[in-house]
């Protein structure tokens, strides 16, 4: 198979390490085709049924396909509820577990509709005919309605008008005129002109009524009210809300008349509203934005009219996600990430915090990083995503009162019986910037020998506001399995270790991560396995800004691949998709006020100092990082006479794996530029 890009063709399977092409026993290309993961997982009401998506590769349309499952607490009757090649999301329980609620495409093209199957007579109806696709289904407490949100859109009025063209003439396509701030989003192209509203719909079927209008920003999940007669949400209903990111409020709409009510008020974003049992308190994640790169998301209550507002996790220095109440209005649940691992907890009203659960994730099948969903009946039982790095996520329940928890499935046991995957470690170690603990781990080759020298490849994590974790990732047992030892880390401004250690990269980003970074190289190299002579780097996003400046700052490496990196910050700025967040919050100012600290922090900066061979690799639909970013790092390199290479992925945004052929492209193409450059023991 031969994959082209620009005026370079390689045949990979071919060049393939022989321990991949041919060696029967580690993880193989085309087995990504036969991986399968669980996602959000939706614990019945009565706590003894769990509905979830059971997620598989379609070998032949190249896509994930999505269909509802359905297994027993205690792990038996495990059995499709839909299936037949559909692509499912947002599965919902109605409040007495009867029914559930689904979205589910009916063609290629077409929008997505909301569903609902019977659990008793096992019959299914679709209730819409949308001309646009649902969000954030969710029932109301009575069950005779749901609500959902979806964009009505707009025709914009043609900014001239053309004559008529004559009856059969070919005309080329009339220009695309833009005066919206915001107007394209990565993995979502040029956005249609419009506005997301919210909407009901009766659960027996019938016409969607829009309960909101408005033209401003809106935002999910939603929350009913116990009495049915209001629904909250958050918004930003400021006149200049395109240029305030990460601004929002909590409002609640009267289902009736429409009629709305704002209830915080502060500067600084306030989202995912959540209504006690009992109607009398509202739970919602927030900060007082202080213009900081990372803040905090912390869990607040208030009560229903706005009033009585606190913070009840003060003093707990992670971020908050996901919170649900408990029935009996004592505590919420919450997800949050802490030192490399997702956990589920619970806090009481006072603020105590405890953890129910631990290796939330495995729904990010190329890197191990935070992911993963739960759902709790709010009486102690609950339903999650499991994941550790020998398996991606699969269903697991517990109880609140109990440290007792469960695997319900095993979805790829058939595959990995018949393969060897590679072992994952942690590994601590000091950074040489100033002595911090760093966390990281090291995977090692399914048949590790622990006499040999293996080649090391340092892989990064983008965000930076993100982290890996102790989770599967299918790159890195590509890499394992081709007799590489892999390090992954989590330097400063990782999340899962507080806001000072995010923020310690405020408006110095990458700096003393490089830092980090190479410590860890050096620690890893002292366990006495690692060839000090045969490193690669490579990461994506952040990750791959990072990998630019390492090879700007060092030539230890032989080779590197970056993929969907930023090169030079400026022309970032002006051209990322959500442009108004970087200025503001990233950087001191707007670019061409602050040129000097845009350009010291850019890789493009550090250019005339690279030697190493250096890949590049950018979706050309990628607006969030645009594949002009790598072009000028591939360009100034070429006009240094460095060996480089630009992979330009057709029709790929800044996810460029989410296909499964292209997670199998990607590894490939790195290996083959690492074994290019390198020597293998």
């Known amino acids: 198979m031969i994959l082209g890009f620009g005026f370079c063709h390689i045949s990979f399977v071919a060049s393939l390490p022989r321990s991949v092409a041919g060696d029967r026993t580690t993880l193989q290309p085309l087995d990504v085709f036969q991986l399968e993961y669980a996602s959000d997982p939706r614990i019945s009401p009565d706590g003894r049924r769990v509905a979830y998506l059971r997620n598989s590769m379609d070998v032949m349309r190249d896509r994930v396909r999505s269909e509802l499952w359905i297994i027993n607490a205690d792990g038996s009757e495990h059995h499709p509820l839909v299936s037949g090649g559909q692509n499912i999301s947002q599965p919902r329980w109605s409040p007495d577990g009867t029914r559930i609620a689904y979205v589910s495409k009916t063609s290629e093209e077409g929008p997505a509709q909301i569903f609902v199957r019977w659990m008793d007579s096992h019959e299914t109806a679709r209730l ?4 646009e696709d649902p969000g954030d289904l969710s029932w109301s407490p009575n069950g005779r309605l749901l609500a959902f949100v979806m964009l009505m859109p707009e025709k914009p009025k043609p900014y001239v008008e053309m004559p008529a063209k004559p009856e059969g003439a070919e005309w080329a396509d009339p220009p695309r005129f833009i005066c919206r701030v915001l107007y394209r989003h990565d993995d979502q192209g040029y956005l249609k002109p419009g506005f997301k509203h919210v ?76 209504v006690s049992p009992d109607g009398r308190r509202i739970a919602w994640l927030g900060y007082d934005d202080e213009k900081l790169s990372h803040q905090t998301m912390k869990l607040y209550i208030m009560n229903r009219e706005g009033g009585d507002r606190r913070e009840i996790t003060t003093g707990f220095d992670r971020d908050v996600s996901n919170p649900d109440w408990s029935r009996d209005g004592r505590g919420l649940c919450f997800q949050f990430d802490d030192t490399g691992t997702t956990k589920l907890g619970f806090v009481t009203l006072d603020g105590k915090v405890s953890t129910l659960a631990e290796n939330l994730g495995g729904v990010t099948l190329d890197r191990p990083y935070a992911s993963g969903s739960y759902s709790a009946d709010g009486r102690g039982h609950f339903a999650f995503t499991l994941s550790t790095p020998d398996h991606p996520a699969d269903v697991a329940v517990g109880e609140q009162d109990s440290r007792e928890i469960r695997r319900l499935t095993r979805l ?17 170690f000091e950074s040489s910037a100033d002595g911090r603990r760093i966390q990281g781990w090291i995977v090692k080759p399914p048949a590790f020998d622990p006499t040999k020298k293996y080649p090391l490849i340092l892989e990064i994590h983008g965000g930076p506001f993100a982290n890996y974790g102790n989770r ?33 990269i405020h408006h110095k980003y990458p700096a003393q991560d490089y830092d980090d970074l190479m410590s860890g190289v050096d620690a890893a190299i002292s366990q006495g396995y690692v060839d000090a002579d045969n490193l690669y780097v490579t990461g994506g996003s952040g990750g ?27 022309s970032f700025a002006l051209t990322s998709d959500i442009y108004p967040y970087f200025n503001d919050y990233w950087f001191p100012g707007v670019p061409w006020k602050n040129a000097e600290h845009y350009l010291r922090r850019s890789p493009l900066s550090l250019v005339e100092n690279v030697t190493t061979p250096t890949m590049l690799i950018t979706g050309e639909q990628d607006y969030r990082t645009p594949i002009s970013e790598a072009e000028q790092f591939y360009q100034a390199l070429k006009l240094r006479k460095v060996d480089a290479m630009l992979v330009r992925v057709p029709g790929a945004s800044h996810n460029i794996t989410q296909r499964p052929s292209r997670l199998m492209m990607k590894t490939q193409y790195i290996l083959k530029w690492f074994s290019t450059y390198g020597s293998k023991p």
């Open 128 to 131: 819409t005919q949308l001309a």
């Open 199 to 274: 909407l009901t719909l009766p659960a027996d079927g019938g016409t969607p009524r829009q309960v909101t209008s408005g033209d401003y920003l809106r935002q999910g999940p939603l929350a009913w009210s116990p009495d049915g007669k209001a629904i909250y949400f958050s918004a930003n209903r400021n006149d200049d809300w395109e240029y305030d990111p990460r601004e929002t409020n909590i409002f609640g709409v009267d289902v009736a008349d429409g009629s709305l009510k704002q209830l915080t008020d502060r500067k600084g974003p306030d989202e995912h509203p959540v």
């Open 544 to 570: 791959g800004i990072l990998t630019a400046w390492i090879v700007g700052k060092t030539n230890r490496f032989r080779a590197a691949v970056a993929a969907k990196p930023v090169i030079n910050w400026y």
């Open 412 to 428: 790829n046991d058939d595959l990995f019986a018949q393969r060897t995957l590679a072992t994952t470690e942690e590994l601590w």
């Open 472 to 504: 599967f990732a299918t790159e890195n047992q590509f890499y394992a399995a081709a007799e590489y030892v892999v390090l992954y880390a989590n330097p400063r401004g990782s999340t899962g270790y507080g806001e000072q250690f995010c923020n310690l």
